[in-house]
């Protein structure tokens, strides 16, 4: 029978960071992932000679991250380098103005406050000098924030909160799009503690961080580093059971047979690993009622393009109106039907920090984004991309005849490759637990799970932030807790 001290369920961020982070303290540790490769939503493919991004591609802030804490504690720095590049070209919003003009902005990674991002403010948003003092307020609250003071907004929505700026529409409008993009919840019932966290990131560490050879090749590279150090990486296994003895997880089974470890680390999703891996009734009924109702973020569907020819001109670009942003009536609305002017849509453009992602100088690989249902069987997916692509005609027209390749996706292949659908309506989120009001800080769940030797690493547990800097945020707290455990 094989042994180890930690089995690590998913190399996802959170699983591939913890799995490296216990290696690197000693530990000997097993990952299992159930795909091809380390990454996650975040996996790199080849394609044809071109390399993209199956999901998101973007990591913010660009510096001072949690991923750069991780690859200097590893020492793997150099194997996974990153990219923020110099140029005005990370940022490119265009936004519909209510005359129904668009306008557009391209900011460098580093902008908060200065003179160019001001000038842009009044020239697409018609920012006054009031709205950029509501808005230079807002960052200021947020970069003065102490522990104390970041509970509190756990509490607290952050459309009411960033209405206590006093900012006007246009600016309200941004904001709440780029909120809608970096957690993909509604506004309204987003925490205001992530808001205000990432705010002070933002200004601090600036917007957009790419890795060479792609955004998941961090987790790649936590991987082999878990080889390096006589551990183990198994893929395409699925791990089927979290084995129990004696009131504790005691391992896993795969296909395999059964692996044994002193601690069990899952980064497969609270639902899926107390309810289906592990079995409700090895928890309390409470904590069990309580996973029951956890609510997932919203989903994210869109198409991966190869273009072949640079028709967009930035690394990120948020497209919206006034109408665009979500909160839950809006979002509700949608999902009835009745869609805004303008959906919300994202444009990742991962060749814009990373050209050699195609083998032909000159062309583009594209992820559009726009926001769904998290449930593997809705509908809305298809929907969503029609009304993208009708955006897209509006904002770059022609850019049509430039398609070589088009692959949409939506929740039912998010839940596909990485989370396994549980309950009904669930399994395709974006992100993980939405960081809504009652599901962060003190309100998230515990990474310790009730079950003595089982815990949680990545989205759903352990971490605050946006996305993957939450699931590498998690691995640290959760490598701390393994080591204070197991000695
Ligand atoms: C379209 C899209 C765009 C996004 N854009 C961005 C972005 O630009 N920037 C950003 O920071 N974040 C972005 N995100 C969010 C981000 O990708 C996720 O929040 C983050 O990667 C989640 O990491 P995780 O470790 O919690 O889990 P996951 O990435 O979901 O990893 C879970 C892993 O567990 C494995 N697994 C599950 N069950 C089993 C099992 N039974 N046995 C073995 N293995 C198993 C899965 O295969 C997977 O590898 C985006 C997400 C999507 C879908």
């Given at each position: 029978m094989e042994s180890h001290d930690v089995v690590v369920i998913g190399a996802g961020y959170g699983g591939a960071s913890v799995a490296g982070l216990l290696a690197h303290a000693g530990y000997r540790v097993a990952l299992i992932d159930k795909t091809p490769r380390a990454g996650g939503k975040t996996q790199t493919l080849p394609r044809k000679g071109y390399r993209y991004e199956m999901f998101g591609a973007v990591g913010i802030p660009a510096t001072g991250s949690r991923f750069h804490e991780l690859v200097d504690t590893l020492g793997i720095a150099e194997r996974a380098p990153f990219l923020i590049p110099e140029?005005?070209?990370v940022a490119g919003i265009r936004y519909k103005a209510t005359s129904g003009e668009w306008r557009a902005m391209s900011s460098p990674a580093h902008q908060t406050g200065s003179d160019t991002e001001i000038a842009n403010l009044r020239r697409v948003?018609?920012?006054?000098d009031a709205d950029l003092e509501a808005m230079a307020s807002m960052f200021m609250t947020a970069l003065a924030l102490q522990p104390a003071d970041v509970e509190a907004l756990d509490e607290i929505g952050s459309l009411d909160w960033l209405r206590g700026f006093g900012l006007s529409t246009p600016l309200l409008s941004q904001w709440c799009a780029i909120l809608n993009m970096l957690f993909v919840v509604p506004v309204d019932r987003l925490a205001a503690s992530e808001t205000a966290l990432i705010l002070a990131q933002m200004a601090t560490g600036g917007t957009g961080r790419y890795h060479v050879g792609g955004y998941g090749r961090v987790a790649e590279v936590c991987a082999d580093y878990v080889v390096e150090q006589g551990g183990t990486f198994t893929t395409s296994?699925?791990?089927r059971r979290v084995v129990v003895d004696g009131g504790r997880a005691v391992g896993v089974e795969t296909d395999d047979g059964f692996l044994a470890a002193r601690a069990v680390v899952s980064n497969a999703g609270i639902q899926p690993t107390v309810l289906a891996l592990t079995g409700e009734t090895h928890f309390p009924a409470d904590y069990v009622a309580r996973v029951r109702e956890l609510e997932p973020s919203w989903a994210i569907a869109g198409v991966r393009y190869v273009l072949d020819a640079e028709v967009f001109d930035a690394a990120l670009i948020p497209v919206f109106s006034d109408q665009s942003w979500l909160d839950d009536e809006r979002f509700a609305a949608m999902e009835r039907g009745e869609w805004p002017d303008v959906p919300m849509l994202a444009v990742d453009v991962p060749t814009v920090f990373?050209?050699?992602?195609?083998?032909?100088?000159g062309h583009q690989v594209a992820v559009t984004q726009v926001f769904t249902s998290p449930d593997p069987r809705s509908p809305m997916a298809d929907e969503a991309i029609r009304r993208s692509e009708l955006v897209l005609d509006e904002v770059w027209p022609g850019w049509r005849v430039h398609v070589i390749r088009r692959e949409p996706y939506g929740a039912r292949h998010i839940s596909r490759m990485t989370?396994?659908?549980?309950?009904?309506?669930?399994?395709?989120?974006?992100?993980?637990?939405?960081?809504?009001v009652g599901q962060v800080?003190?309100?998230?769940?515990?990474?310790?799970?009730?079950?003595?030797?089982l815990y949680l690493v990545g989205c759903d547990a352990g971490g605050r932030g946006a996305g993957t800097h939450q699931a590498v945020d998690s691995a640290f707290h959760v490598a701390g807790m393994v080591r204070e455990d197991l000695g």
């Open positions: 140029g005005d070209n948003f018609g920012a006054t296994r699925r791990v990373d050209p050699s992602l195609t083998p032909v100088p989370r396994d659908a549980t309950l009904p309506g669930v399994g395709g989120e974006a992100v993980g637990l939405a960081q809504v800080g003190t309100s998230k769940p515990d990474p310790r799970t009730p079950l003595p030797g």
